[in-house]
């Protein structure tokens, strides 16, 4: 159960993810998460570098979605506000991950999921076979169920480190 919770990658943020890597290692479609990953928790204000990084990926040629289990308002303001189409989806199930590879039109195997959760965004994504790259959240600010599973998910990051599962890439 512990490798369905390792990512392939972990990183401080998406701007520490080498899109030519992704590109050499065949991926052709990014899924993002949006809350804590792509804008903070509850916010529609996206960072400059956090925008020019998401359009360097749309430019390399990359198919990109969001994919959320946030209100359908929010997720389609940001969708808007980015260009990006989304998904709404409860993730890690399945049938999330499904809506999300049908928007792009990609497999399992040609794509990626970027998230800062491991027991929605990383377990969903290795689940459904795709490339999981776990980022640490921008704010501490989030929603109360979010905060108790940080807790569980900081004893499953020291394991899989313990185990040499898990590497930080800065």
């Not at 998230?115 to 377990?123: A, P, S």
């Amino acid at each position: 159960m512990l490798s369905r919770l390792c990512p392939n990658l972990y990183v401080d943020s998406l701007h520490h993810i080498d899109l030519s890597h992704l590109r050499d290692i065949g991926v052709r479609g990014i899924v993002f998460d949006i809350d804590n990953t792509v804008t903070m928790w509850g916010s529609n204000e996206i960072a400059p570098t956090t925008l020019k990084w998401l359009e360097g990926a749309k430019t390399h040629g990359f198919r990109v979605c969001l994919l959320s289990n946030n209100r359908k308002a929010r997720i389609d303001d940001i969708s808007r506000m980015l260009d990006i189409p989304s998904a709404k989806g409860f993730k890690p199930f399945g049938s999330a991950f499904r809506s999300a590879l049908c928007l792009l039109g990609t497999s399992p195997q040609e794509t990626t999921i970027i998230g800062d959760q491991i027991f929605t965004d990383i377990l969903g994504g290795n689940r459904a076979g795709l490339y999981t790259i776990l980022v640490q959240p921008m704010s501490t600010n989030e929603f109360i169920t979010t905060k108790l599973l940080r807790r569980l998910e900081k004893i499953v990051l020291r394991k899989l480190a313990c185990r040499g599962l898990l590497t930080r890439k800065d």
